[in-house]
């Protein structure tokens, strides 16, 4: 059974940092680039940031460049997201998927930026 599970979303402060994490089951996570993506009240679900199935190459949406990190333990079937310097403008529910075949979405973790 496909899985997608994100967790570490929290209330930070402006400026802060967070760690999410996104554990999978149910199919050859080292196979598969992932993706992070967010959604914000109100708007469309959209891409964050993505890796390759090793690693080796990364791409960030313009907003969050330099502010954010995705990474990826192929050994743990976990994509994580790294998110700092965080703004208001980054609060959103975020939740990973492969981008190429979609599955079926996860919960999502929440994270709100406020002081």
């Known amino acids: 059974q496909v899985q997608l599970v994100e967790s570490g979303g929290g209330l930070v402060q402006p400026g802060g940092s967070l760690r999410l994490s996104c554990a999978v089951s149910g199919f050859t996570f080292s196979s598969y680039t992932m993706s992070w993506y967010r959604q914000a009240p109100g708007k469309e679900r959209e891409l964050v940031a993505f890796i390759s199935p090793t690693g080796g190459t990364t791409n960030y949406q313009e907003s969050v460049k330099g502010r954010f990190t995705i990474s990826r333990d192929n050994a743990k079937n976990t994509v994580y997201l790294q998110m700092n310097s965080l703004k208001p403008e980054d609060a959103a529910v975020y939740y990973c998927?492969?981008?190429?075949?979609?599955?079926?979405w996860g919960q999502g973790a929440q994270v709100t930026v406020s002081s």
């Open positions: 998927n492969r981008p190429a075949s979609p599955v079926k």
